[in-house]
C-alpha cells in the first residue's frame, strides 16, 4: 500500500500521469508524509548535509524529482526557483487540471518565451507580480537560463519581503561580495539570518550557478 501511494504521488506530482494532459500541482503532501527520501530518491543519502532539508521539502511539496532520482547537484533554473517559491506561499492562483477536465482559463505570462500551457506559467506571473523577478526584456523571461547563488539568494530575500538591512561590512565576511551589487543587501540579510554560510576562505561563490541541493538547503533554513 505504502508503494502504491507513492507511485500515484510520484505520477501527480512529476507529471507522468497523462501524456495528454498535465496535472498542475496537484497537492500530493498527504502522502509524503513520514515518507524517507530513500523511498523517494536514489540519489538522496541521510549523510548529505542538505537530507533534512530535502525530507522537509518533500513533506510540504515543494520539490520534485525525476525518475526517482532528485539529481541534487543539477543547476537551477529561473522557471525552476519560481516554481519552487511559489510553492512555498502555497501555490497562489493554481489551476488544477485532470485527465478529464478542460483548461478553464488561459493564462497570459507576458512572455514570449513562457505559454500559458507551460506547468510553471502560473509561478512565472506570481514571482513577476510580487517583485520576486522580472523579465530579461520586456517580452522574454529565460525560463531555462541558470541562476547564480547571488540571484537565488536576492530571490529569496524578495520573496521575503525584502526587509531593511545595513550592508556594513559585507565585504569583508564575504571577500567576493561587493557593498555596491545589487544582491548586497540580499547576502547580508541571508548571513544574518543564518540562511547562507559561504565556501572557504571567505568566498560565498556568489556568481557560481546554484545547485538543488543549495536551493533546497537555503529554503529550509529560511523557512526553520
Keep these: 500500500m505504502l508503494y502504491t501511494a507513492i507511485a500515484e504521488a510520484m505520477m501527480v506530482a512529476f507529471g507522468t500521469a497523462s501524456s495528454s494532459f498535465h496535472f498542475e500541482e496537484v497537492s500530493v503532501r498527504s502522502r509524503f508524509e513520514n515518507c524517507s ?62 485527465s478529464d477536465s478542460k483548461k478553464e482559463e488561459q493564462i497570459v505570462t507576458g512572455f514570449t518565451d513562457v505559454p500559458g500551457s507551460v506547468p510553471y506559467a502560473t509561478a512565472v506571473v506570481w514571482a513577476v507580480n510580487n517583485e520576486i523577478t522580472d523579465g530579461i526584456s520586456d517580452t522574454e523571461f529565460a525560463p531555462e537560463a541558470f541562476c547564480t547563488r547571488g540571484e537565488i539568494i536576492t530571490f529569496l530575500y524578495r520573496y521575503a519581503g525584502s526587509p531593511e538591512v545595513t550592508v556594513g561590512n559585507i565585504d569583508t565576511i564575504f571577500t567576493d561580495v561587493d557593498v555596491d551589487e545589487y544582491y548586497a543587501p540580499a547576502v547580508r540579510w541571508a548571513y544574518d539570518n543564518g540562511i547562507i554560510k559561504g565556501k572557504e576562505n571567505k568566498i560565498l561563490g556568489v556568481i557560481d550557478i546554484c545547485t538543488k541541493a543549495e536551493v533546497i538547503e537555503m529554503i529550509y533554513r529560511y523557512a526553520n
Excluded at 549523510?47 to 511539496?61: F, K, M, P, R
Excluded at 515543494?62 to 516554481?83: D, F, K, Q, T, Y
Design 37 to 98: 527520501t530513500e523511498l523517494m530518491f536514489k540519489d538522496v543519502d541521510e549523510t548529505d548535509y542538505y537530507y533534512d532539508a530535502v525530507v522537509w521539502a518533500l513533506e510540504n511539496g515543494i520539490i520534485e524529482g525525476e525518475n526517482w532520482m532528485l539529481e541534487p547537484s543539477s543547476n537551477v533554473s529561473r522557471a525552476r526557483i519560481v516554481r519552487i517559491l511559489w510553492r512555498l506561499a502555497d501555490r497562489p492562483g493554481n489551476i488544477v487540471y485532470g
